[in-house]
């Protein structure tokens, strides 16, 4: 059986102590935590917003214009008159005062079916902003499990590079007890040495890559960076995932091909506002004028020293295209093209969702039998290092056969992680891809 040394376990009972006394951070609470602070999240949820906001007003394309106008201008005017018959006036300092105000109704009452078109595709501009953000909320989520688990994985790497770190130094008590008594050589001390220093090394640098991850989670998170946590010491897998359950219904439930259907609808609606625009337009037109003028003195004895005039007007205007330089032909075009664009950005994009699919599960599949045997690979490997070190100690081993036997144990933890580490990334882009790795 292997000899821990004490210093050694008192150093890990003591950063186990701390770990114990950080805050636990589980996946679930930094998943949440992202859907509530991310930056990327809130700017999506911030344009949406927008959409929806011109939705709460879709409405008003129906509704009639009125707008007022009021004036009021005082005059002080110095004016010469000649007249027909030779004579002449002339009057300094004629002063009079100017008032008016108007009311002017506008209410289209046929547009081609223009403003119909305009309010369903405010419909459409909101359902897209909702997709946008659901998008943004999947891949968020998915980073923030791969970031969190990455953590989690690069933990276990720390305690194999301990492991390697608790042999090393039995090496080295070995190695040196050997040579005290006359059975051993100094080269086996010096490479024993060497071996244990390269593993405290690696540790330090695994210690630094752990911090480094944290401090993306907490970005991710929108936390303060430096903010002290700790994670899970597993990492949990869903081995039964199942091709044809990720490929049903994808296209209802993928973000990305929701939104490029989301476009061809939005990009027909406005092929219907360009159409619309080679019907005439009726509208309503409605206006209340008030005018008044007073003045103090006249020039002529015929002009009128005080005048007021109010009233109510209405009636009907008809705009009709007839010819605009053939723009509403060039913007139907333009508009059909965007509508085929749409239609093949869409095909492409469902295309290469099924590609991802199917690679992803080939993926996921290998990882999963990978992950199988490299369980078995640790098992064995532990044992050959327990043998290897009993007969080491009894004198029947060499070191090259122990640092082989170590190297073999170090090389099948860092693959059973990986691969534990990979299943998860795998498992993740599947419901990444089906859009429902939140629910």
């Not at 929806?52 to 106008?69: E, G, I, K, W």
């Not at 100017?98 to 223009?114: E, I, M, P, R, V």
């Not at 093209?337 to 869409?346: R, V």
Request: net charge positive.
């Amino acid at each position: 059986m292997t000899r821990v040394n004490p210093v050694l376990l008192v150093i890990l009972l003591c950063s186990g102590f701390t770990a114990s006394a950080q805050r636990m951070l589980t996946v679930e609470e930094a998943i949440a935590t992202a859907l509530q602070n991310n930056y990327d999240i809130q700017l999506s949820k911030n344009d949406s917003m927008v959409a929806a906001l011109d939705y709460s007003y879709r409405n008003m394309v129906f509704y009639p214009t009125l707008n007022a106008t009021a004036s009021t201008t005082w005059n002080n005017n110095n004016q010469r008159q000649t007249l027909a018959d030779g004579s002449k006036r002339e009057q300094n300092g004629l002063r009079s005062h100017n008032s008016s105000a108007s009311a002017q109704l506008q209410w289209t009452l046929f547009d081609g079916l223009k403003m119909f078109a305009t309010r369903d595709k405010a419909t459409q501009l909101v359902d897209l902003g909702s997709l946008a953000v659901k998008q943004q909320v999947v891949n968020t989520v998915a980073n923030v499990v791969n970031t969190y688990y990455n953590i989690v994985r690069q933990k276990q790497q720390l305690k194999a590079v301990e492991e390697q770190i608790a042999l090393n130094e039995e090496r080295v008590r070995l190695s040196q007890y050997k040579l005290d008594i006359g059975t051993g050589a100094k080269p086996d001390v010096l490479q024993s040495k060497v071996d244990l220093n390269a593993q405290k090394s690696m540790k330090l640098e695994q210690l630094t890559l752990i911090d480094q991850l944290k401090d993306q989670l907490n970005q991710a998170m929108n936390t303060k960076l430096g903010t002290v946590f700790e994670v899970s010491d597993s990492i949990p897998l869903n081995t039964g995932l199942g091709l044809g359950d990720i490929q049903l219904d994808i296209e209802k439930t993928n973000p990305s091909l929701l939104i490029a259907q989301k476009n061809i609808n939005i990009a027909q609606l406005t092929l219907k506002e360009r159409k619309a625009e080679r019907w005439p337009t009726i509208s309503f037109n409605s206006a209340y004028n008030y005018s008044r003028t007073n003045n103090q003195t006249v020039i002529n004895p015929f002009s009128t020293l005080f005048n007021q005039s109010n009233g109510f007007n209405y009636g009907l205007t008809a705009s009709i295209p007839i010819f605009n330089g053939l723009n509403a032909r060039r913007l139907i075009r333009q508009a059909q093209l965007d509508i085929n664009f749409q239609q093949l950005s869409f095909e492409n994009q469902r295309s290469i969702l099924g590609l991802s699919v199917v690679n992803a599960f080939r993926v996921y599949e290998q990882q999963k039998k990978t992950l199988a045997l490299e369980e078995e690979n640790i098992l064995l490997a532990r044992e050959n290092v327990d043998i290897v070190f009993q007969t080491y100690k009894l004198g029947a081993a060499t070191l090259v056969q122990l640092r082989e036997a170590q190297n073999s144990l170090e090389d099948a933890n860092n693959r059973l992680i990986a691969a534990r580490y990979a299943t998860k990334l795998s498992e993740t882009e599947l419901l990444r891809l089906k859009g429902e790795i939140i629910k």
